[in-house]
């Protein structure tokens, strides 16, 4: 099994900054792609941001320019980094990945969430 946890989720005021960090742990032989996803209330899940596991990275066109997404391998963890945040990023955000736990093994795992607010 595999387990992704968050954190680094809070309230923020508009404008300021966030770290989200989610670090992957268990039966891991190899991690593909690891992206960020969030909801907010009354909403469908959307992507955020999304990096292979060559680094290559994409984005939602409403969080370029402001957002990052990064990761270390050696410690299987990604994060997003949230700069010029506004209260339209208000939503809990979910960690993704893509885990190979064996030879035959590929699937999809999500974090828990972390609850961003963003909010004078």
């Known amino acids: 099994q595999v387990q992704l946890v968050e954190s680094g989720g809070g309230l923020v005021q508009p404008g300021r900054s966030l770290r989200l960090s989610c670090a992957a742990s268990?039966?891991?032989?190899?991690?593909?792609?690891m992206a960020w996803y969030r909801q907010a209330p009354g909403k469908e899940r959307e992507l955020v941001a999304h990096?292979?596991?060559?680094?290559?990275?994409n984005y939602a066109d409403s969080v370029k320019g402001r957002f990052t997404i990064s990761r270390d391998n050696a410690k299987n963890t990604v994060y997003l980094q949230m700069n010029f945040l506004k209260p339209e990023d208000t939503a809990v955000y979910y960690c993704n990945a893509d885990v190979r736990t064996g030879v035959l093994s590929r699937n999809e795992y999500w974090g828990q969430g972390t609850q961003v607010t963003v909010s004078s």
């Open positions: 268990g039966s891991i032989f190899s991690i593909y792609a």
């Open positions: 990096i292979t596991s060559g680094g290559s990275t």
